[in-house]
Antibody, heavy 123, light 108 residues
Framework: QLQLHESGPGLVKPSETLSLTCTVS??????????WVWIRQPPGKGLEWIGS???????YYSPSLKGRVTMSVDTSKNQFSLKVTSVTATDTAIYSC???????????????WGQGTLVTVSS | DIQMTQSPSSLSASVGDRVTITCRAS??????LSWYQQKPGKAPKLLVY???SLQDGVPSRFSGSGSGTDFSLTISNLQPEDFATYYC??????????FGQGTRVEIK
């Protein structure tokens, strides 16, 4: 069963860059039927889509993050990554990676999630 | 960009009650809507896709309906394990996605 695992610092200082990696195991990131997605959830709040990436490197970002987000993919390592620049306390959240179906009856549906990692922005 | 307005933001109900959560899209999304259930500390779980198709293994007391801009998730005969937060998600612009704000279902 394919699994996703987030890794990266749990504490980031204000104005610095948040960097996270999602590692895909027991499966290939080079799927033509899926996108790879980052989602975040501030403590006690709702889900927010950050961005999606295809294994070819095509990216799609949420306009609400106003150009602070960059996603990349490394197919040789079976990983995709997230960078959020100029972070503030409002970027404190649980960050999760997930797999999104891009075909068939499950079009647009999340079928696999990582366990999530809490990133706190604080000095 | 598509906006999803979900209501209510929270509700209190008793075991055995029938509960309905609504989600309205800012433009027509035909049937490109999913519903998820999330419990504390857990990843969201898919309940309904394509507005009204029940995911395998989800109890039949859950049902989804609607098309265009107005959708609903109904839980009939609410069970103790159903107390959770529910989210709608537009899949119309996949891979660009939008979630509703969430509805917390609490025990009365």
């Amino acid at each position: 069963q394919l699994q996703l695992h987030e890794s990266g610092p749990g504490l980031v200082k204000p104005s610095e860059t948040l960097s996270l990696t999602c590692t895909v195991s027991a499966g290939s990131i080079s799927s033509n039927s899926h996108y790879w997605v980052w989602i975040r959830q501030p403590p006690g709040k709702g889900l927010e889509w950050i961005g999606s990436i295809y294994y070819s490197g095509s990216t799609y970002y949420s306009p609400s993050l106003k150009g602070r987000v960059t996603m990349s993919v490394d197919t040789s390592k079976n990983q995709f990554s997230l960078k959020v620049t100029s972070v503030t306390a409002t970027d404190t959240a649980i960050y999760s990676c997930a797999r999104l179906s891009s075909t068939g009856r499950y079009f647009g549906v999340f079928d696999i999630w990582g366990q999530g990692t809490l990133v706190t922005v604080s000095s | 960009d598509i906006q999803m307005t979900q209501s209510p933001s929270s509700l209190s109900a008793s075991v055995g009650d029938r509960v309905t959560i609504t989600c309205r899209a800012s433009q027509s999304i035909t049937n490109y809507l999913s519903w998820y259930q999330q419990k504390p500390g857990k990843a969201p779980k898919l309940l309904v896709y394509a507005a009204s198709s029940l995911q395998d293994g989800v109890p039949s007391r859950f049902s989804g309906s609607g098309s265009g801009t107005d959708f609903s998730l109904t839980i009939s005969n609410l069970q103790p394990e159903d107390f959770a937060t529910y989210y709608c998600q537009s899949t119309f612009s996949t891979p660009r996605l939008t979630f509703g704000q969430g509805t917390r279902v609490e025990i009365k």
